[in-house]
Structures are given as structure tokens and as C-alpha cells.
């Protein structure tokens, strides 16, 4: 169970990474951008563009890390009401459910990423392929599923052992 905590607490290290590289990118160009406009009087071919394409894939990048930490919006008015035993159980049913829904978005998307490079859609100013950005996105979703997947059967795996084996 600890070497299967390990491979995807090493995994959910590495999308967050990526996630924070993204935003900061994103920081990056906004901030190049400014001070080009404002201080050089220059502008910045392309920067709008390619932050807006990469905000998309830091959120869905983001998504898969905060799902394994369970840090996504939840509201849990009818759960602090619960017992233990219950409050599992409705996390494990909220974990399905989220599943469920995310997996069905990956598979929607994986097939937009397709329709967008036979599309062949550039961005206006530098007329960068965007297919590139949402086949990113569409991984970052995609490993969300992972992540929960794994989320999913370390509930089941602690939902079953003995008491004295969970500490």
C-alpha cells in the first residue's frame, strides 16, 4: 500500500509541477507583456493568445492534482452530520461520481483534440497550431482520471482493512 502511495504521490508531484510551470509561464507573459507596452512602447505579438491556451491547460493540469489531495469545491453540510463509517462512504460514492464525470469529459475531449488538428486552427498573431495546447489539457484531464482511479481504490483497500491496520 506504501509503494502504491509512493508511484502516485510521486505522479501528483510531477502534475502539480507542471501546473505551477504553466502558471508561471502564464505570470511571465503578462508581466512581459506589460512592461513592453508600458515601458517600451512595444507590443507583444502572440502573448494573449498563448497565455489564454495555456490557462486552459494549467486549470485541467491543476484538477488532476488537487483530486488526489481531495482539495476540489465540495460541500459537505450533510457530511459533518454523518458517522466515520458513513462519511467514507459518501466520500467514496463523491469520488465515483467525480470519476465518472471526468473520465466522461477526457473521452469528449480527447476526440475535440482530433477535430481541432484536422481543423488546423492557428492562433491569430504567430499562427501557432492550438491542437498542441489541447492535447496538453487533454492529458492533464486525462492523468485526473488516473489520479482518481487511484483515489478510488485506496478508499476501497482502506475501507476494508482491519481497524488496527489503518494507522
Not at 113 to 138: G, K
Request: aromatic share 14%; charged share 15%.
Amino acid at each position: 500500500m506504501r509503494a502504491f502511495e509512493t508511484t502516485i504521490g510521486r505522479i501528483t508531484f510531477v502534475v502539480d509541477a507542471l501546473a505551477a510551470i504553466f502558471l508561471a509561464v502564464i505570470t511571465l507573459l503578462t508581466f512581459s507583456t506589460v512592461v513592453m507596452r508600458y515601458v517600451l512602447g512595444l507590443p507583444f505579438p502572440g502573448a494573449f493568445d498563448t497565455s489564454r491556451l495555456l490557462l486552459g491547460v494549467a486549470i485541467f493540469w491543476g484538477i488532476a492534482a488537487a483530486a488526489w489531495r481531495g482539495e476540489h469545491i465540495r460541500v459537505d453540510l450533510v457530511w459533518q452530520l454523518l458517522p466515520p463509517t458513513a462519511r467514507k462512504v459518501l466520500d467514496l460514492f463523491a469520488d465515483l461520481v467525480f470519476c465518472a464525470f471526468i473520465g466522461l469529459m477526457a473521452w469528449m475531449l480527447f476526440w475535440q483534440v482530433d477535430r481541432v488538428r484536422l481543423s488546423r486552427q492557428t492562433t491569430f498573431e504567430l499562427a501557432l497550431p492550438i491542437w498542441p495546447f489541447h492535447a496538453i489539457a487533454w492529458l492533464g484531464i486525462a492523468l485526473c482520471v488516473l489520479v482518481l482511479a487511484a483515489r478510488i481504490l485506496r478508499a476501497i483497500l482502506k475501507f476494508s482493512a482491519p481497524a488496527e491496520a489503518e494507522g
